[in-house]
């Protein structure tokens, strides 16, 4: 599993995932809106995490500089 998820991606993950966590624990909504923001916030901790976002594969997305630094290692700039 590549990394696709760069920092400055990863800290407003946190920032969401906590922010959506804390909606829901607080009771500022309720019901399905509370599953939902659980459900939300966990995904966006979660994608911060492990650096890796399934939802951007398909669109190519990628703000990691970890596949810059394979291709600059692998000498395909030569």
Do not use: E, K
């Not at 920032?15 to 399905?32: E, R, S």
Request: glycine share 12%.
């Amino acid at each position: 599993m590549a990394r696709n998820v760069g920092g400055i991606d990863r800290a407003v993950r946190v920032i969401v995932g906590l922010t959506l966590l804390g909606i829901g624990f607080f009771h500022v909504v309720a019901g399905t809106l509370a599953v939902l923001a659980y459900l939300f916030g966990v995904i966006a901790l979660a994608t911060a995490v492990f650096a890796y976002c399934p939802a951007w594969v398909p669109f190519g997305i990628n703000t990691s500089r970890s596949s810059h630094v394979q291709s600059r290692a692998s000498g395909s700039g030569q």
